[in-house]
């Protein structure tokens, strides 16, 4: 099983939609969750972060963080052209030894 | 305030080389990490500096190595390259935590021919 799972996608959705990125993660003791957006061919950048359960929420993003279940998910409202790239998810590991742990991303596109 | 900024942006290597990329940090940020970014492996977690001391290391063989400087620029080194070394480098910074967010460099993107 791999420590940070997400969809590869690529997730399609009309422009305006609400588009919902998924990803879970093994290690129970995480604390702290990342979403980074990837166009092709740049790097990845930070978009969010949240370290507590429930919902956070900046713009048209919200990030949204179920411990118990190790689940978080990224929706982005009103979906525009200008959001498709590939969503990467991180995750902290647990213990002394922490680093970031990246799923493989979904791939969004949202079509005009 | 400046980004992370990595050179150089592309290389051509021949195996059996070695390669050296280095990376400037935002300033201010201690910890700078190093990715590896292929097609099908992802980001891939090559080690970590924070204060001159490396904190952190994935899961490579001892050919990829790094340092950082007093001054939080870093670089890394790969020996005997190798075709399957081909792959875009990625450098972060962070203040200090890994908890924080990370900020990448744009990459260098390495091709071993």
């Known amino acids: 099983q791999k420590e940070v799972e997400q969809n590869s996608g690529p997730l399609s959705v009309p422009e305006g939609a609400i588009a919902s990125l998924n990803c879970t993660y093994s290690d129970r003791g995480s604390q702290s969750f990342f979403w980074y957006r990837q166009y092709s061919g740049k790097s990845p950048e930070l978009i969010m972060f949240i370290y507590s359960n429930g919902d956070k929420e900046d713009g048209r993003f919200t990030a949204q963080l179920n411990k118990a279940s190790q689940y978080v998910s990224l929706l982005i409202r009103d979906s525009q052209p200008s959001d498709s790239a590939t969503y990467l998810c991180?995750?902290?590991?647990?213990?002394?030894?922490?680093?970031?742990?990246w799923g493989l991303g979904t791939s969004l596109a949202v079509n005009p | 305030k400046a980004g992370v900024t990595q050179t150089p942006r592309y290389l051509i290597k021949t195996r059996g080389q070695q390669v050296t990329l280095s990376c400037s940090p935002i300033s201010g940020h201690r910890s700078v990490s190093w990715y590896q970014q292929t097609p099908g492996q992802g980001l891939q977690f090559l080690f970590e500096?924070?204060?001159?001391?490396?904190?952190n290391k994935g899961n490579f063989p001892g050919r990829f190595s790094g340092r950082q400087f007093s001054n939080s620029r870093s670089e890394m080194n790969v020996s005997t390259l190798e075709l399957g070394d081909s792959a875009l480098y990625l450098c972060?910074?962070?203040?200090?935590?890994?908890?924080?967010?990370?900020?990448f460099g744009s990459g260098t993107r390495l091709t071993v021919v």
């Open positions: 991180a995750v902290t590991n647990a213990g002394n030894n922490r680093k970031l742990i």
């Open positions: 500096y924070f204060s001159e001391t490396q904190r």
């Open positions: 972060a910074s962070t203040e200090g935590g890994v908890g924080g967010g990370y900020t």
